[in-house]
Nanobody, 124 residues
Framework: QVQLVESGGGQVQAGDSLRLSCADS????????MGWFRQAPGKEREFVAA????????NYASSVKGRFTISRDKFKYTVSLQMNSLKPEDTAVYYC?????????????????WGQGTQVTVSS
């Protein structure tokens, strides 16, 4: 069973970088497509980035394109989100998610497994 655990969140200043990681303690998500989502207070959970099962295809929300990079290590059962040039509007709880199938998705309803989330706070 897929069991996702995020790490790497924290409090930084605008312009700084953070790297989030998502590990599958069940060691089963190597054939799953993965995504990162975020939820700010009072807002709905929104798509951030996604990657196909083999890492060949990625997609990003327009608000993070060029600043964030999603990657995965199939052999270590981890997915990472490198976040550069952070802005205060990036402040949110970040969640990783897994969906059955090889292709990524941007709709949160297509993801079956979710981590518990990690807080990212960016101050101006």
């Amino acid at each position: 069973q897929v069991q996702l655990v995020e790490s790497g969140g924290g409090q930084v200043q605008a312009g700084d970088s953070l790297r989030l990681s998502c590990a599958d303690s069940g060691r089963t998500f190597s054939t799953y497509a993965m995504g990162w989502f975020r939820q700010a207070p009072g807002k709905e959970r929104e798509f951030v980035a996604a990657i196909s099962w083999n890492g060949d295809s990625t997609n990003y929300a327009s608000s993070v394109k060029g600043r964030f990079t999603i990657s995965r290590d199939k052999f270590k059962y981890t997915v990472s989100l490198q976040m550069n040039s952070l802005k205060p509007e990036d402040t949110a709880v970040y969640y990783c998610a897994a969906r059955r199938g090889s292709s990524y998705a941007i709709n949160r309803d297509e993801y079956t497994y979710w981590g518990q989330g990690t807080q990212v706070t960016v101050s101006s």
